[in-house]
């Protein structure tokens, strides 16, 4: 989900390198995350991409770990106008144009820090490792160091998959997690955003 706000400005001459674009990203991320947090979200992060005088500012939210589901629509177009005051009221901003846009990680996000995987308890996540057999299983605790997991075998032709027994994986073992899409989770997910209530953590 996300959303766009234009800014017209006047434009300067020159362009920053990505040293400086990337030092820009970590002033802003900064500088917006109290207002994000504001409004009960979490700033995941902020990318900036140059094209020109052009600026888009790209801010990443999404819920707290302790919640499940995905930020609403509302939720984006309330935190996007707050963003865009704020930004508009920086002080130390050089005056070029910009485009702000605001979006959720969805479930395409890698699973690289351990917020992600807390907010993805319950969810069937596809898990390669530094050593060992790469496996897909249930998320079903997040620890300090790792993941409990319950994997999922490949089912036979017109049977659901049949859960294995737990199994525990450090954070410093894991190469790659990434959520495995469930459609019926998904429908149910979408139906609850729209009644304003909070997703089943544990259906799939």
């Not at 309330?78 to 144009?97: A, F, M």
């Not at 490792?129 to 160091?145: K, P, W, Y």
């Not at 049949?162 to 149910?188: C, H, T």
Request: a negative charge; proline letters at 6%.
């Amino acid at each position: 989900m996300a959303q766009r706000r234009n800014h017209g400005g006047v434009p300067t001459t020159g362009g920053k390198s990505g040293a400086d674009t990337f030092a820009e990203a970590a002033r802003l991320k900064e500088l917006l995350e109290q207002a994000v947090a504001s409004h009960g979200l979490f700033l995941e992060d902020v990318e900036i991409r140059v094209a020109g005088a052009l600026r888009t500012i790209h801010v990443i939210v999404d819920l707290p770990e302790d919640q499940t589901g995905g930020v609403g629509l509302d939720a984006i177009a309330e935190v996007s106008q707050t963003l865009s005051k704020t930004l508009d009221e920086d002080p130390q901003d050089d005056g070029r144009p910009y485009s702000l846009e605001v979006s959720s990680p969805g479930l395409s996000r890698p699973l690289t820090q351990p917020r992600h995987w807390r907010r993805n308890v319950g969810r069937l996540v596809k898990v390669k490792l530094v050593s060992g057999d790469d496996l897909t299983g249930r998320v079903l605790e997040v620890g300090a160091d790792g993941v409990t997991m319950r994997p999922e075998e490949a089912p036979k032709k017109g049977m659901k998959p049949r859960p294995g027994e737990p199994v525990q994986m450090e954070f410093a073992n894991i190469r790659s997690g990434k959520v495995e899409v469930e459609f019926a989770r998904l429908d149910e997910e979408v139906a609850a955003e729209a009644n304003g209530e909070p997703a089943n953590e544990e259906e799939a």
